[in-house]
């Protein structure tokens, strides 16, 4: 039986034979679409290598694996479940109807692995239905509202007139902004909270190491601008400022009213739109000087907005970093 799979599959590096895994469980009703989806994923991820002249043979297990595994490992000495981590990462995202540009944007890949998996979704969006298990389909479509999709609408309008520096994000997906090691925290209530948040912010950005004084200036800017905000628009709210591998994220959030969805045009477009209602003058100055700008926005329930810096080896730079 290895033989036959050999010849078919090849063995890891297009080596002598080894140790295979088990063999994908036989396909019944309740697991068939368990099974699509690995196999969509296993797909995906033999498209990877071959975009990456991988051998033969190890792209063809690939598919193998895929079916073979219940989950891929986040595991960069390993081509195999690497190629098979970012294949289900970027099915994820489209069932998810995430902005899938920006999600690999954000993941940092090596240049070679950015433009490939760019390029495998440029080969699946515009049938993408025709891949998708009918039940996910299903699924996604029940989840839709007439609201949610006006919602997309104004999310991409926005995103590609401010040439992807802002992007609306859901409540839910706010969190994940947050994951790091924390820098430091902040509570904002009264004016004199604003100086001591900024002096905060810039001794930890000092602590960090790697950041000129010029950026640190830059940075403290648009950070002041941000908690400054955050009395224009409500009673409290509070700074973070999170390190990751490749970003710092200075989240801020407010306990206020919220924006309503048909005036986010006016109110993150239109510079000094209501200096009340909008972010002003101020939040074309944080596009300018950050790598993307991030709103997550209930009426009701408040806001949440997210100033992303690129962190390069060396130091961090505000900017694009494409």
């Known amino acids: 039986m290895k033989s036959v799979i050999n010849k078919l599959f090849g063995s890891p590096g297009g080596g002598s034979a080894q140790a295979q895994p088990n063999l994908p469980s036989p396909v019944t009703t309740q697991n068939m679409h368990d099974h699509q989806m690995r196999s969509l994923i296993g797909w995906i991820a033999n498209r990877l290598g071959q975009k990456l002249q991988m051998d033969t043979n190890q792209t063809g297990y690939l598919i193998y694996l895929s079916l073979s595994q219940d989950s891929y490992t986040q595991d960069q000495t390993d081509d195999n479940q690497y190629l098979l981590y970012l294949a289900s990462c970027l099915v994820g995202w489209i069932l998810q109807e995430e902005d899938v540009y920006f999600k690999i944007k954000e993941m940092s890949l090596q240049e070679k692995k950015h433009k490939c998996l760019l390029e495998i979704y440029e080969e699946l969006k515009h049938d993408v239905n025709h891949y998708l298990p009918r039940e996910e389909k299903i699924q996604r479509n029940a989840s839709h509202t007439e609201e949610d999709e006006i919602w997309q609408v104004y999310r991409d309008v926005i995103y590609a007139a401010t040439q992807r520096k802002f992007l609306l994000i859901r409540k839910n997906e706010v969190d994940h902004y947050k994951e790091g090691p924390v820098l430091c925290s902040a509570y904002i209530a009264e004016r004199p909270d604003i100086p001591k948040a900024r002096d905060l912010a810039k001794q930890s950005l000092n602590e960090l190491g790697g950041i000129s004084p010029a950026d640190i ?106």
């Open 217 to 322: 200036m830059s940075h403290l800017l648009v950070i002041s601008e941000a908690i400054t905000n955050i009395l224009k628009h409500a009673s409290q709210g509070n700074m973070k400022i999170v390190a990751t591998d490749s970003k710092i994220h200075v989240v801020v959030e407010d306990n206020g009213p919220g924006f309503s969805l048909k005036l986010l045009p006016n109110t993150t477009l239109m510079a000094g739109y209501s200096t009340k209602k909008s972010l002003g003058q101020g939040f074309t100055l944080m596009m300018k000087m950050t790598e993307c700008v991030l709103l997550s926005t209930v009426p009701g329930e408040g806001s949440t907005l997210i100033l992303v810096f690129n962190r390069k080896a060396g130091g961090i730079s505000a900017g694009n970093a494409d």
